[in-house]
């Protein structure tokens, strides 16, 4: 494997105080975050509010500033996205908001003909219809927040199983922290919340679950090579060295794709491409500055390993 980064012998055990500084300021946030997600008071996506999504085209161009206004009155808080790198040209996907249970099917039907009244000569072509009832939305959400703390609970079983106890509440605290990360942060800059978003979040927690089993699998080997208990830091910052390289590797191969997609995927994709972005970024801070640290504190306060 190419080594992009040569042996180092990095004292990252010794920086740990200060990590924990800035952990501590992303997992307030993260928990604010959540919170206020769990509340419906960030910025949700019609996947969780219900509403309704028209993704199509109109025959000759249109302003988007024009389009808005189109839809001012009726429904002036109608979200309006230009799909710059559709297959068609003059393509636009529109969303809006629903409060109300009953209607979601007139409100389709009532933002098309408000197009066609707007637009008598340059028609719009609806290639896809979403539709979402409140209710619906709601149940998706609780949903949702139901997968994130089920795959929690199954990473710490599947850690516990391979390793032990104290490798899997380190890694579940890890990745909690990764994820609540990632969640402060899109808080933060008002990312749409959808199912795209929570599909991120969940494929960002499998990345960072398997970039810390590599770490602790190095550090379960190196436990065995130095047995001595004032060794254990020097074994865990040793392990840590020796996948570095890897960690990188990995983590920016997976970026360079992360990024073309973001660039280039189209507006829909962006969410979806930013929060994995920052899942690899903090993913790999947390493998280093996180997982590790916790075993090296909880050691040091009730040691285990070299009794």
């Known amino acids: 494997m190419l080594k992009i980064v040569p042996d180092t012998n990095i004292n990252f055990i010794g920086m740990r105080k200060y990590a924990y500084l800035l952990s501590g300021v992303m997992l307030v946030l993260g928990l604010i975050a959540f919170v206020m ?24 161009p249109v302003e988007i500033d024009n389009l808005r206004a189109a839809l001012t009155g009726a429904f002036s808080d109608a979200a309006v996205t230009e799909l710059t790198d559709f297959s068609k040209p003059n393509a636009y996907i529109i969303k809006w908001k629903l409060e109300a249970e009953p209607g979601v099917k007139q409100e389709s039907s009532a933002i098309k003909n408000l197009l066609a009244e707007k637009f008598p000569t340059n028609p719009f072509t609806v290639i896809s219809e979403h539709t979402i009832g409140p209710a619906v939305g709601e149940d998706l959400r609780r949903d949702a927040i139901w997968a994130v703390l089920i795959s929690v609970a199954g990473i710490l079983g599947y850690i516990w199983v391979r390793f032990d106890f104290r490798f899997g509440v ?47 699998d190095r550090i379960r080997e190196n436990l065995q090579k130095y047995r001595s208990r004032s060794e254990f830091v020097h074994a865990v910052n040793r392990s840590i060295n020796e996948v570095l390289s890897r960690t990188i590797n990995t983590g ?8 073309i997609l973001f660039n280039f995927g189209g507006e ?3 969410g979806f491409s930013l929060a994995m972005i920052l899942g690899i970024l903090i993913s790999t801070y947390g493998s280093i500055f996180v ?13 285990s390993r070299f009794k």
Not at 42 to 51: E, K, L, S, V
């Open 37 to 60: 997600t769990a509340m419906g008071n960030a910025n949700m996506g019609i996947d969780f509010t219900g509403g309704v999504m028209l993704k199509g085209h109109f025959q000759d």
């Open 170 to 216: 380190a890694a579940t605290a890890a990745t909690m922290h990764d994820v609540l990360g990632v969640l402060g942060i899109c808080y933060l800059i008002s990312t749409e919340f959808n199912l795209l978003y929570i599909t991120a979040l969940l494929t960002m927690a499998g990345y960072s679950l398997t970039d810390k089993v590599v770490v602790f």
């Open 252 to 259: 920016m191969s997976v970026l360079i794709v992360l990024i």
């Open 268 to 270: 829909v994709l962006q």
């Open 291 to 303: 997982a590790s640290p916790i075993m090296v504190e909880w050691e040091a306060r009730r040691p």
